[in-house]
């Protein structure tokens, strides 16, 4: 995994594992802010109006809870000054057991924090999110690059004063929103507020259910800025299904002014489809945010011909007409045979639909595809964006990252080099390369080529993936399975001492410039930066941040239509040896399935660096990648000489993958 990868997944896993909360849509929460007189930023709210609204804190609190108010307990309030463009916002939280981390090593979950985050744009379309990480200790920013608030935001735009008394602590924050600063705007707003104690829990709450608050605009709520005679009204209403289809109901309904583009919230509904919110007097269209929608594993469509319109009258309650809305399993499009079996020119059609079909499904910004028949190639086509925010098209010249599809690439040229003897794949890694990372475990002398080809080096995927971040073994090398991108590492750098070339020098003498694989790179350069898609988590784009040096795991930059020659290259067992091709697609290692749900219907196994699958069309060989951001996959099917790659960019493809090969070769189960 490349290093942009790795840090942005570090932070994305840490927000899943440490806050125990999955990404939801929209949380459902509402404020309302009006005008403030003059307010000093002093930690005292003297100057704040004793009728302010007051918002608990702990509307979604984590897993581990308080044990009582006193142990952790809270709320805010809000207002906007148009005079300085700005919003405040005031904690007040009591803790009777106040913790602050002093270590140099002060990180936000070992001690009492606060993180702020603000969609201030607040677009339909798509908009970023700024996060501050306040404590006594560390402050920390993190931005959206691809939004023009976002990406500009730091510290220079608050000023934050903390006081404290007794058990009582207040946060007073105002945050300079400059020209988003709109009367009768929504903005996304939200929050998390930590709490350390001293027996060593850690605990948060939240004003939503979101968890990836400090990325996701979808994980935050929503306050409305209101001039000061405005006067609420409060819509109520119900949702179901029209024809009491048994599918769990979404999460929220969302409400849009007809006459005011600036204002929209999503109101929370009950277990019954009930909703009730307060909003100012207007016009509103009421419907649902997303056309598709996951329940149980499944994809469900909801049409709505026409949102709910309602008039909400000052000071009144408006009970809205019920939302009743057709609910449909989302067509599969998985044929019961193949298409690429009888694959004509008319059959592209059937290919595109598919395509694009599953691109709606699941928000998949791109794709590059390609398609081999009778061992050529017969299609080559693009679909999408290279970037879901400045709609950037993907063309055939756009690069993806290949992710662990760079291991086959590699293992290929590792395999040139040992048939003219320049490595021993059953000769000990250590013997050419001494490894200090591992030096503390005489294991690892054990390690060879071979164990790394077939991921039974006993190295885990990647070292950071362990609590102390350093590299272990976890089995005895070579007597199981165990997928590993540490080995791949290693292994590169005895390739780089063996031949004294860098590995970008060997893998074009040895497999780029053979088989013409050109359009493909490793590691940074102008053309790379020119070409190379944004990867995309939940639709918002990824910073590309390219791999300064080339990971022989991870790194591979390319796409479908030229890779298609390496595919061909392996089908016709070309550059390698009968035999070697032999050893190539042979059982090497099992794979662990201890989740039963996961194990495949044919027999499937690791050969070399490839997976192998014996399928009732004949043995299959491929492999996978998975960035986070870009996912990708390629499959040859041998006796039909014909198979498929597709690379996209973005975290959600996992399904489009995994039916692909039903649609393209094996028909439904």
Same mark, same amino acid.
């Given at each position: 995994?490349?290093?942009?990868?790795?840090?942005?997944?570090?932070?994305?896993?840490?927000?899943?594992?440490?806050?125990? /909360?999955?990404?939801?849509?929209?949380?459902?929460?509402?404020?309302?802010?009006?005008?403030?007189?003059?307010?000093?930023?002093?930690?005292?709210?003297?100057?704040?109006?004793?009728?302010?609204?007051?918002?608990?804190?702990?509307?979604?609190?984590?897993?581990?809870?308080?044990?009582?108010?006193?142990?952790?307990?809270?709320?805010?309030?809000?207002?906007?000054?148009?005079?300085?463009?700005?919003?405040? #916002?005031?904690?007040?939280?009591?803790?009777?057991?106040?913790?602050?981390?002093?270590?140099?090593?002060?990180?936000?979950?070992?001690?009492?924090?606060?993180?702020?985050?603000?969609?201030?744009?607040?677009?339909?379309?798509?908009?970023?999110?700024?996060?501050?990480?306040?404590?006594?200790?560390?402050?920390?920013?993190?931005?959206?690059?691809?939004?023009?608030?976002?990406?500009?935001?730091?510290?220079?735009?608050?000023?934050?004063?903390?006081?404290?008394?007794?058990?009582?602590? #207040?946060?007073?924050?105002?945050?300079?929103?400059?020209?988003?600063?709109?009367?009768?705007?929504?903005?996304?707003?939200?929050?998390?507020?930590?709490?350390?104690?001293?027996?060593?829990?850690?605990?948060?709450?939240?004003?939503?259910?979101?968890?990836?608050?400090?990325?996701?605009?979808?994980?935050?709520?929503?306050?409305?800025?209101?001039?000061?005679?405005?006067?609420?009204?409060?819509?109520?209403?119900?949702?179901?299904?029209?024809?009491?289809?048994?599918?769990?109901?979404?999460?929220?309904?969302?409400?849009?002014?007809?006459?005011?583009? $600036?204002?929209?919230?999503?109101?929370?509904?009950?277990?019954?489809?009930?909703?009730?919110?307060?909003?100012?007097?207007?016009?509103?269209?009421?419907?649902?945010?997303?056309?598709?929608?996951?329940?149980?594993?499944?994809?469900?469509?909801?049409?709505?011909?026409?949102?709910? #319109?309602?008039?909400?009258?000052?000071?009144?309650?408006?009970?809205?007409?019920?939302?009743?809305?057709?609910?449909?399993?989302?067509?599969?499009?998985?044929?019961?045979?193949?298409?690429?079996?009888?694959?004509?020119?008319?059959?592209?059609?059937?290919?595109?639909?598919?395509?694009?079909?599953?691109?709606?499904?699941?928000?998949?910004?791109?794709?590059?595809?390609?398609?081999?028949?009778?061992?050529?190639?017969?299609?080559?086509?693009?679909?999408?964006?290279?970037?879901?925010?400045?709609?950037?098209?993907?063309?055939?010249?756009?690069?993806?990252?290949?992710?662990?599809?760079?291991?086959?690439?590699?293992?290929?040229? /590792?395999?040139?080099?040992?048939?003219?003897?320049? #490595?021993?794949?059953?000769?000990?890694?250590?013997?050419?390369?001494?490894?200090?990372?591992?030096?503390?475990?005489?294991?690892?002398?054990?390690?060879?080529?071979?164990?790394?080809?077939?991921?039974?080096?006993?190295?885990?995927?990647?070292?950071?993936? $362990?609590?102390?971040?350093?590299?272990?073994?976890?089995?005895?090398?070579?007597?199981?399975?165990?997928?590993?991108?540490?080995?791949?590492?290693?292994?590169?750098?005895?390739?780089?001492?063996?031949?004294?070339?860098?590995?970008?020098?060997?893998?074009?003498?040895?497999?780029?410039?053979?088989?013409?694989?050109?359009?493909?790179?490793?590691?940074?350069?102008?053309?790379?930066?020119?070409?190379?898609?944004?990867?995309?988590?939940?639709?918002?784009?990824?910073?590309?941040?390219?791999?300064?040096?080339?990971?022989?795991?991870?790194?591979?930059?390319?796409?479908?239509?030229?890779?298609?020659?390496?595919?061909? $290259?392996?089908?016709?067992?070309?550059?390698?040896?009968?035999?070697?091709?032999?050893?190539?697609?042979?059982?090497?290692?099992?794979?662990?399935?201890?989740?039963?749900?996961?194990?495949?219907?044919?027999?499937?196994?690791?050969?070399?660096?490839?997976?192998?699958?014996?399928?009732?069309?004949?043995?299959?060989?491929?492999?996978?990648?998975?960035?986070?951001?870009?996912?990708?996959?390629?499959?040859?099917?041998?006796?039909?000489?014909?198979?498929?790659?597709?690379?996209?960019?973005?975290?959600?493809?996992?399904?489009?993958?995994?039916?692909?090969?039903?649609?393209?070769?094996?028909?439904?189960?």
């Amino acid at each position: 995994m490349p290093l942009r990868s790795l840090i942005r997944t570090i932070f994305m896993f840490a927000a899943i594992i440490l806050l125990t /909360v999955q990404a939801l849509a929209h949380n459902g929460s509402v404020a309302h802010a009006y005008p403030l007189g003059k307010i000093t930023i002093d930690g005292q709210l003297t100057d704040w109006p004793k009728d302010a609204a007051k918002y608990f804190i702990a509307m979604h609190p984590s897993d581990t809870k308080p044990k009582d108010d006193a142990d952790f307990s809270g709320f805010f309030q809000l207002g906007y000054r148009l005079e300085d463009q700005s919003l405040y #916002i005031a904690f007040t939280i009591t803790d009777d057991d106040f913790i602050e981390d002093t270590a140099k090593s002060v990180r936000w979950n070992t001690q009492d924090g606060l993180e702020l985050s603000l969609d201030a744009r607040h677009l339909l379309t798509g908009s970023g999110v700024v996060s501050f990480l306040y404590t006594k200790h560390l402050k920390y920013t993190n931005n959206a690059f691809f939004d023009p608030f976002a990406s500009a935001a730091s510290w220079d735009i608050t000023e934050i004063a903390v006081a404290r008394q007794g058990s009582t602590r #207040i946060y007073e924050w105002r945050i300079k929103l400059g020209k988003e600063m709109v009367v009768g705007k929504s903005i996304g707003f939200d929050f998390h507020v930590f709490d350390k104690d001293g027996d060593g829990s850690f605990s948060y709450s939240g004003w939503g259910r979101g968890g990836s608050k400090y990325m996701d605009p979808k994980s935050l709520g929503d306050i409305i800025l209101l001039p000061v005679t405005a006067k609420l009204s409060t819509i109520s209403g119900k949702f179901n299904w029209d024809k009491g289809a048994a599918v769990k109901l979404p999460a929220h309904v969302r409400l849009s002014a007809v006459d005011n583009k $600036n204002l929209w919230i999503e109101a929370a509904l009950d277990s019954l489809g009930n909703y009730s919110v307060a909003v100012p007097a207007g016009k509103y269209g009421i419907s649902l945010a997303e056309p598709y929608f996951k329940n149980d594993e499944k994809l469900y469509m909801a049409t709505v011909k026409a949102p709910v #319109i309602v008039v909400a009258k000052p000071g009144q309650k408006t009970i809205a007409p019920p939302l009743l809305i057709p609910v449909a399993p989302a067509p599969d499009l998985v044929p019961d045979k193949g298409v690429l079996l009888d694959f004509t020119s008319a059959t592209t059609d059937q290919v595109d639909r598919f395509i694009e079909t599953y691109r709606r499904y699941y928000k998949i910004p791109g794709v590059s595809l390609a398609l081999i028949k009778d061992g050529k190639l017969v299609y080559h086509k693009t679909y999408g964006v290279s970037n879901a925010i400045t709609g950037e098209k993907v063309t055939e010249n756009t690069l993806f990252e290949a992710a662990s599809i760079t291991k086959p690439v590699f293992a290929y040229a /590792v395999e040139r080099l040992a048939e003219r003897g320049v #490595i021993d794949l059953d000769k000990p890694l250590y013997q050419y390369l001494p490894y200090k990372d591992i030096e503390h475990d005489e294991r690892y002398k054990l390690i060879t080529g071979r164990h790394v080809l077939t991921h039974r080096t006993g190295f885990p995927n990647w070292r950071w993936m $362990n609590a102390d971040q350093k590299l272990n073994i976890t089995f005895t090398p070579g007597t199981s399975f165990g997928y590993s991108g540490e080995g791949f590492e290693y292994l590169k750098l005895v390739v780089e001492k063996i031949t004294g070339k860098k590995v970008e020098q060997v893998l074009q003498e040895e497999v780029i410039e053979p088989i013409g694989l050109y359009h493909t790179f490793f590691s940074k350069n102008d053309s790379l930066q020119r070409m190379v898609a944004y990867g995309h988590y939940d639709g918002r784009p990824s910073k590309n941040d390219l791999p300064e040096q080339p990971g022989m795991a991870y790194s591979m930059h390319t796409e479908a239509k030229i890779f298609t020659r390496f595919m061909l $290259n392996l089908l016709e067992q070309k550059g390698l040896k009968p035999q070697t091709y032999d050893t190539i697609l042979s059982k090497h290692s099992e794979y662990n399935f201890d989740d039963s749900s996961k194990k495949p219907k044919v027999p499937t196994y690791m050969g070399m660096s490839l997976e192998i699958r014996e399928t009732p069309w004949g043995r299959s060989f491929g492999h996978g990648g998975n960035n986070g951001d870009f996912k990708c996959r390629f499959e040859v099917y041998k006796d039909l000489k014909m198979g498929y790659a597709i690379f996209t960019n973005s975290n959600t493809s996992d399904p489009l993958l995994q039916n692909l090969n039903k649609f393209l070769v094996e028909g439904k189960d």
